[in-house]
């Protein structure tokens, strides 16, 4: 390489030279030499030596891996940091878990398949902190993937502007910092819906990248081209994997192909888990959900972490724009936007789950909570009458429903508990604290009604509230559940973040029948492995 003649102090050539290495003759050994006229270089040569060690770096193929840089190991051991739960401070939302990077198994030939959706960030560039995080989360995730075998990455272009400067920062750092075995394990990178736009983007960006992966960039027009490539053999799994897209992705495809987009608010249960339903770990119980609404799981997490139990008695009184915002965003799958408050994302919980068809327990179980004619003192009645109707009579899917909004609310009536018992001061009489009591009188038609609200049905509405009281006060208890707990996952512990046994356990539940939950948990996690 000659460097420019203008600097007299530059360095004058680049002698590249390939040495085997003894031990291992097909791993070859770079080595530089550079001839100056002068012992001291300037910083204009310095900064030309530079460039031309990284381009014969990017371009000359198979370099020895080496180890990650400082910075990369920096930045994993302080985003370990981050892995925490609930109101946590300073911990990765949970949610980002099945919206931003979702690990999707495997293709068919074995490698690990990962989406990642960008346009759920779209509120955060406005917060460097958040973005910070979002970056931190990124790398910890892909490190658990990309470091350990071969992946395939899916972009969902949905529309984000990559050139806007505060992500362009970020981008150049981490492709700066990223080991070499994130682009040698790397086998496709697809682009899917790409527009021309993002294309133009593409192409300023091709500086930055070697020829080799640069080879590896591959565009595919819909959801169902994609899942063609990545299970070609198998519609099971193609149905597997296009659930997974998120529902602002699948509308964006539906959009394109001229067919309806799919929509949230009414729609059967079972249509939302086996449509766009997310496998989701809540870390605040170590209990993992197959096949959860999406809405709901982003709705619940964004009220625990932002502490909604202290807003519960201003739900009826919420914004009405407020509330229609967060059902637009609910039925379209959006990002959810900063600063919403907490009663009307109450608000637009309870409308969500009031709209779905049926109720979390069937409107079988409210005639029989009647009928039987449970105490209001035999709890262990009612126990055993929720573990029967949740492990043998509903379908998995409203199971794992009930158990996870059931779940959500007692650690919220639990927090609420434990903020009263601390409080100091005279008692503030203008505050509504959530209680289990409350909760049950708000929730119980989401878990238990009538098809038909006669007055006879009218009148043992209180058999019902007993009913709902007793699960939400028992969420926690291991006779109700019906899946397979993991161990809390505390902040700043050594998580690698694998899914793949999740997501391969996540196939083994969906091809077990209804009605045999003793064979789904009888499966180990990792089978397919």
Known sequence: LRMDPAHGDATKRVTVIFNSDQGNDDAPRLVMHRSSCRTKTSQPAKNLWGVAKKKLQSNLPDL?????????????????????????????????????????????????????????????????????????????????????????????????????????????????????????????????????????????????????????????????????????????????????????????????????PPVTFGVALADLCNGFGVDFTDKTTGRWYPRLPPALVFLCEIMEREAADEDFGTMFSANASAVYQIVETVDHGKPFQKDIPSSALWCGLKLFLDCLPTPLLSFEAYEDTVNFGF??????????????????????????????????????????????????????????????????????????????????????????YEMVETLLRNAEDDRLWIGRKRTHMQKGTDADMDSSSESDYAGIVASVDDGGPELAEAQPPEANE
């Open 375 to 464: 105490s209001a003192e035999d709890k262990e009645k009612q126990l055993r009458f929720l573990q029967d109707l949740l492990h043998s009579r509903l379908p998995r899917e409203m199971s794992y429903v009930a158990l996870y909004v059931a779940s959500f609310l007692h650690t919220l009536c639990k927090t609420s508990e434990s903020k009263e018992a601390s409080r100091e001061g005279p008692p503030d009489y203008t505050r509504v604290p959530l209680t289990f009591a409350l909760a049950t009188k708000v929730f119980t038609p989401t878990f238990l009604r009538p098809q038909p609200m006669t007055e006879a049905w009218r009148r043992n509405l209180s058999r019902a």
């Open 64 to 260: 020895p891996e080496g180890e990650p840089c400082t910075e990369y190991k920096n930045l994993i051991a302080q985003a370990k940091r981050c892995v925490g739960f609930g109101q946590e401070e300073g911990a990765f939302p949970e949610e980002w878990d099945a919206q931003l990077l979702v690990d999707c198994g495997r293709t068919e030939d074995g490698h690990r398949l990962v989406l990642f959706c960008p346009k759920f960030l779209a509120h955060s560039l406005e917060e460097p902190d958040e973005l910070e995080l979002a970056m931190r989360f990124i790398l910890f995730s892909m490190d658990a993937i990309a470091m350990h075998g071969t992946y395939v990455f899916v972009y969902c272009c949905l529309g984000l502007d990559w050139t806007d400067q505060r992500l362009m920062e970020k981008l150049r750092f981490a492709y700066e910092c990223l080991p070499q075995r994130y682009s040698k394990n790397l086998q496709n990178f697809f682009i899917l819906h790409c527009t021309s736009a993002f294309k133009v983007q593409m192409w300023t960006f091709r500086f930055w990248l070697s020829q080799r992966l640069w080879n590896k960039i591959g565009y595919v027009e819909g959801i169902e081209d994609f899942c063609n490539k990545a299970h070609p053999n198998s519609e099971g799994a193609r149905e597997e994997l296009r659930r997974r897209f998120p529902l602002m992705v699948q509308r964006r495809d539906a959009e394109l192909f001229e067919r309806e």
